[in-house]
Structure formats: C-alpha cells, structure tokens
C-alpha cells in the first residue's frame, strides 16, 4: 500500500523556472520529511515540517505541510541544474517507520 | 566514522545462496534503519533498532530476512536462500535519537549496496 502519492512523478523544465511538486495522502502524519536523493547517493533531508499549515523556506525552496498534515508541497523558485533530482517526501507515525512516496523526479534543463 | 558506511556495495549472488549485508552506522547514532529501494521508487521500510534491540521487524517481506546489531552498532542485515526478486538497493541509515518522532532526529543514509541475485 503507497501512503504517500507524489505527482508529477517525472517534471522536465528550463533554468530559472518555478516549480511546484505535490505528496499527498489519507494518513494523517505527525511529521512530513523532504528529501533529494541524486544518482547512486542517499536521500539527504531537506526539511522537517511538523506543524499544520506550516511554511518552511530552504534558499530558493519553499515548503509547505497541508493544514490536516496530510499532504506537502514544494515549491522552487529560479530553478537550477543543481536542482535536478529525486525529491522524496516520507510521513512518520509515531512508532517512527518512515513511509516513503515514490518520488518526484526533477530535471533542470540549462 | 564520518557516515553511515554500508558493504559490500555490490554483491552479485546465485539464486539460493545466503547473503550478509553489514551496515556501519554514524558512530554515537542510537536509531539504525534497513531499507530497501527500488529503481525509480522511494526506500521501504524493512526494520528498525534502538541501540541493540530490535523495535519494529513488520517490514520485513518474509522469514528469510533478519537483521542483528547485537552490540548496538554495527548491524548486519541477512536474507537466506536468496531469490531474483530479493534484487534490489538495501539503504541502511541512522539517526542520533531513540526512536522517538523523526521530526526530533536527522536520518541520514548509507550509499547502499546493491544486491543482484542471478
């Protein structure tokens, strides 16, 4: 069962255009983490939004957990070629499993 | 060390042959994770530990897999008789907390190794 349901799952745009990738879901988590995972690398952590309707800005990267904690979005400004990779969203529960989505694949044309 | 240190990070294995995949986590990191990942999808959760024990195995996909950290530090994760569709990216991660909420801890991932079962 997928909890968490990332789209657009593969997202193709030129440098210096805004973007804005969506995790959804029917759980209710008490936390929502981000991350970028680049070819043959770990995911890293990115963000950590605990609260509903909480707003958290990374330089160029804004992030924002729904209301109902939820669903996430992510949203970049002036997108870079160093931008380009597979951005993860995972929701924890309080036994502290990490449920992943399958990702939004993200490529920066320069 | 410096990061989570995973090995081997390529291991190519006949079908039904057992293999042991060692995981080295950041060193003072109380929380250690196996995942595996697919191509092109995000990690699944396979099983988690505080220190040496074992909290959460319900990922786990059958009996042939287990994992042990029986000193609270390295872990070893070890899938027996191994099948083609056990293929995969097995990530092992830590995090310095006891397993309370992640929002609390970082977790950071290990480079993985990449299992072919042929």
């Known amino acids: 069962t997928q909890l968490l349901e990332q789209s657009p799952q593969f997202l193709s745009i030129q440098e210096g255009e805004n973007l804005t990738v969506y995790c959804n879901s029917s759980s209710v988590f008490s936390s929502l983490q981000w991350y970028r995972q680049e070819p043959g690398e770990g995911p890293v952590l990115l963000v950590t939004?605990?609260?509903?309707?909480e707003v958290k800005k990374l330089k160029r990267l804004t992030f924002q957990f729904g209301d109902a904690r939820k669903d996430s979005s992510l949203h970049i400004t002036a997108a870079q070629p160093g931008d380009t990779g597979l951005y993860l969203c995972?929701?924890?529960?309080?036994?502290?499993?990490?449920?992943f989505g399958k990702g939004n694949q993200v490529v920066v044309i320069p | 060390g410096a990061g989570v240190s995973q090995s081997p990070r390529y291991k190519v294995t006949k079908r039904g042959q057992d293999v042991a995949l060692r995981c080295d986590p950041i060193s003072g990191h109380v929380s250690l994770y196996w995942y595996r990942q697919a191509l092109g999808q995000g990690p699944e959760f396979l099983t988690y530990?505080?220190?040496?024990?074992?909290?959460?195995k319900s990922g786990l996909p059958n009996d042939r897999f287990s994992a042990e950290r029986p000193e609270g530090s390295i872990s070893t994760l070890t899938i027996q008789r191994t099948e083609q569709r056990d293929s995969a990216m097995y990530r092992c991660?830590?995090?310095?907390?006891?397993?309370?909420?992640?929002?609390?801890?970082?977790?950071?991932f290990g480079e993985g190794s990449w299992l072919t079962v042929v």
């Open positions: 530990f505080n220190y040496e024990a074992q909290q959460d």
């Open positions: 991660a830590s995090s310095l907390g006891v397993g309370r909420d992640p929002s609390g801890n970082t977790i950071y």
């Open positions: 995972a929701g924890a529960s309080g036994n502290n499993r990490l449920a």
């Open positions: 939004v605990v609260t509903g309707g």
